[in-house]
C-alpha cells in the first residue's frame, strides 16, 4: 500500500508526526509494536512523575504504585491505536524494518512511502558489570511492576532518572544507596546544581557513594544483590535499580537498507532538518541521541513532518530552545547553554540564590538559584543585554520558571526585557528579573560576571 507518509515508532514523536501528517491531508501509516505512547507513557514521565507526586502526599508506597497504575492506564486510553484510527491514521500493530529506501515490511504488509520518520526511541543502557547478569535487576522499564516497597535498594547511576527515583523511594521510607562512578551528580547540568541535589538527597537519606565505579555484582549475602565497589567495600540491598542512561533502539530496523548512518554510539545521524543520510528519511526523538525528552520528541516529530511533506519550506530544530526539568526536589530546570558552553561566546552570567528570593523565604525553601547567561548578538553586541544564551534554575517550582526564559531565547528577545518585564510580588518568578538586572547595574550586591570554566569557577555563595 502506498501512503504519502511511513512513521516508524509510536512514542512522542511518532504520534506527534503522524498527526500532523493527518492535518495536513495526507495518508499516514504509523507502526508500532507494543501500545501507542512508547517509553513516556509507560515507563518514563508518567509514572516517574505520579510516583513523585505520591511522595510528597505522605501514602503508602503499594497505593503510590496503584495509583502510578491508574495513571498509566488513563493517559493511555487517550493515545490508543484505536484513539489514532479514529483520526485517519493507518495504524500498524507490528515490528518494522527497512526493505528499501521507502519501503518498510510490517506484520505481513508491505508499506510504500515517499517519505519516511523513524521515531523508535530509546532503551535502558544494562552496563557489561560481571555477575550483572545472574542476577535480577530493575531498570526505569521495570521498577513499575513492583508491589511493595522493598526494604533496600541500591541505585546505580547518578543522573536525572537516578536522582529523581532514589529520593522518591528514599521519601517511602526505603533505605537507598545510590552509587555514582563520577564525583558528582547531574553531570549534565552546572555543578552547582548537582550540589544542590546531592544535599537534598542526603538530607532525605539517601546514602550516597560518589566516585564509586562497581567491579562485580553478586548475590548479597542474606538476599537481594551485592555491589562490589573498586575499594573493596560492597553495597548490599534487596533491590537494585539500573539507571546509568539511554541507548537508541535500531535493533531490527535494517537502516542499512534504506541507507540511513548511524553514529558511534547508534543513534541516527541527522542534520538540523532532521533528515538523515537517506533521501526521504528522517528521524525524531531519543533514536537520535539530540535531547532525550518526550516534550523535545514531540516538537521534532512536528517538525520533521512538515520538512517532509511541505517541501520546499524547511524548518530547524533548535536544540538551544527546548528547555528540561531533573523531578528532584528542589526541581533542576534549564534551557540552552551552561556557563562552560558560554565561555566561547563571551558569555556574562548573572547569578542569584534563591535565599534572596522573598518568595523563597517566605516557604522555607531557599536552597537552590537563578542563573541567566547573556552574550552579544551579531550586529548590535551588548546592546539592552545582547541575548540569552541559556538558564539554569534550581527551585521547587524550577520547571515552571524557565519556560519565560525559554520563550525569550526562542523570540529572540533583548536580555534587557527581561529586567523590564514586571513580575507580580511574591512569586518565585520574581526572581527572574532580579537576575536579570544584574546585567545592568549591581543590585544587593551583585552584578554580572564573565563565564567561565567549570574548573575555574568559584562556588557561588548560597547565603
Not at 508499506?111 to 530509546?122: C, D, Q, S
Amino acid at each position: 500500500m502506498t501512503h504519502d507518509l511511513i512513521v516508524v515508532g509510536g512514542g512522542a514523536g511518532g504520534m506527534a508526526a503522524s498527526r500532523t501528517a493527518v492535518r495536513m491531508g495526507k495518508s499516514v501509516a504509523l507502526v508500532q509494536d507494543g501500545p501507542m505512547g512508547g517509553d513516556c507513557t509507560f515507563s518514563g514521565c508518567v509514572p516517574s512523575k505520579t510516583l513523585i507526586e505520591a511522595a510528597g502526599s505522605g501514602i503508602a508506597f503499594d497505593e503510590a504504585m496503584r495509583r502510578v497504575r491508574s495513571t498509566v492506564a488513563e493517559i493511555a486510553a487517550t493515545e490508543s491505536a484505536d484513539v489514532l484510527r479514529g483520526e485517519g491514521i493507518d495504524v500498524v500493530e507490528a515490528r518494522g524494518r527497512f526493505t528499501g529506501r521507502g519501503v518498510v515490511q510490517a506484520g505481513g504488509r508491505t508499506l510504500r512511502a515517499p517519505k519516511v520518520i523513524v521515531a523508535t526511541g530509546a532503551g535502558p543502557v544494562v552496563p557489561p558489570l560481571t555477575g550483572l547478569d545472574e542476577v535480577t535487576y530493575l531498570t526505569n522499564e521495570t521498577i513499575w511492576d513492583l508491589e511493595k516497597a522493598p526494604a533496600s535498594i541500591a541505585v546505580l547511576g547518578g543522573g536525572a532518572i537516578g536522582c529523581e527515583l532514589a529520593q522518591a523511594l528514599a521519601r517511602y521510607g526505603i533505605r537507598v544507596t545510590m552509587v555514582e562512578a563520577t564525583d558528582r551528580l547531574l553531570t549534565k547540568e552546572e555543578p552547582e546544581a548537582g550540589r544542590v541535589v546531592r544535599d537534598a538527597l542526603v538530607r532525605d537519606g539517601v546514602d550516597l557513594r560518589l566516585g564509586a565505579r562497581v567491579t562485580r555484582v553478586g548475590r548479597g549475602t542474606a538476599a537481594g544483590v551485592g555491589l562490589v565497589l573498586e575499594d573493596g567495600t560492597t553495597v548490599e540491598a534487596d533491590q537494585l535499580l539500573v539507571a546509568v542512561g539511554r541507548n537508541p533502539v535500531t535493533d531490527g530496523l535494517d537502516l542499512d537498507a534504506a541507507g540511513v548512518r548511524t553514529d558511534e554510539r547508534g543513534n541516527i545521524v541527522t542534520d538540523d532538518r532532521l533528515a538523515t543520510s537517506a533521501d526521504g528519511v528522517f528521524a525524531v526523538g531519543d533514536v537520535t541521541g539530540k535531547l532525550p525528552f518526550t516534550h523535545a520528541a514531540d516538537e521534532m516529530g512536528r517538525t520533521a513532518a512538515l520538512n517532509a511533506l511541505r517541501w520546499p519550506l524547511r524548518l530547524r530544530f533548535h536544540t538551544g530552545q527546548v528547555p528540561w526539568v531533573t523531578f528532584t526536589s528542589p526541581e533542576v530546570a534549564r534551557v540552552g547553554m551552561s556557563e562552560a558552553d558560554a565561555v566561547a561566546h563571551g558569555g556574562q552570567v548573572a547569578h542569584l540564590p534563591m535565599s534572596a528570593v522573598d518568595r523563597a523565604i517566605a516557604a522555607g525553601r531557599t536552597e537552590g538559584f537563578i542563573k541567566i547567561i547573556a552574550g552579544p548578538r551579531t550586529l548590535t553586541r551588548n546592546l539592552a543585554g545582547g541575548k540569552i544564551l541559556g538558564a539554569t534554575i534550581v527551585a521547587p517550582c524550577a520547571g515552571e520558571m524557565i519556560h519565560e526564559i525559554a520563550f525569550a531565547i526562542r523570540t529572540r528577545a533583548f536580555t534587557g526585557r527581561l529586567a523590564q518585564t514586571v513580575h507580580a510580588y511574591p512569586t518565585w518568578s520574581a526572581g527572574i528579573r532580579s537576575a536579570a538586572a544584574q546585567f545592568f547595574f549591581e543590585l544587593d550586591g551583585r552584578s554580572a560576571r564573565p563565564a567561565v570554566p567549570d574548573d575555574q569557577r568559584d562556588t557561588p555563595p548560597q547565603e
